[in-house]
């Protein structure tokens, strides 16, 4: 069965990060695109381990590939989102003031 995937935590309100000073708070937009990436590698760790112990006959192939599919599925939603960041910032710089 694929696992579900876990709901984001609220990003804390502008308020708290105006009273934190230039400290970044620890749930910040940069940790949240860290964990996010570090899951994605995780994924794609936990494919290869699943699609090694298959071809050595120790697992289950209809498991690595679900391993595989999911790992390549995060690949693929983390480049669009790339590529749409990427995207927007050259709108950005191409907006004349």
Partial sequence: M????????PL??????????STAAPSGFSNQIANALQQVQQTQNSASAQAAQAAAGQGNVADAMIAATQASLA????????????????????LQI
């Fill in 75 to 94: 690949t693929q939603v983390t480049v669009a989102l790339t590529n749409k960041a990427v995207a927007a910032f050259t709108n950005v710089m191409n």
């Fill in 12 to 21: 804390p309100s502008a308020g708290g990060a105006a009273a934190a000073g």
């Fill in 2 to 9: 694929i696992p579900a995937i876990p709901p984001l935590p």
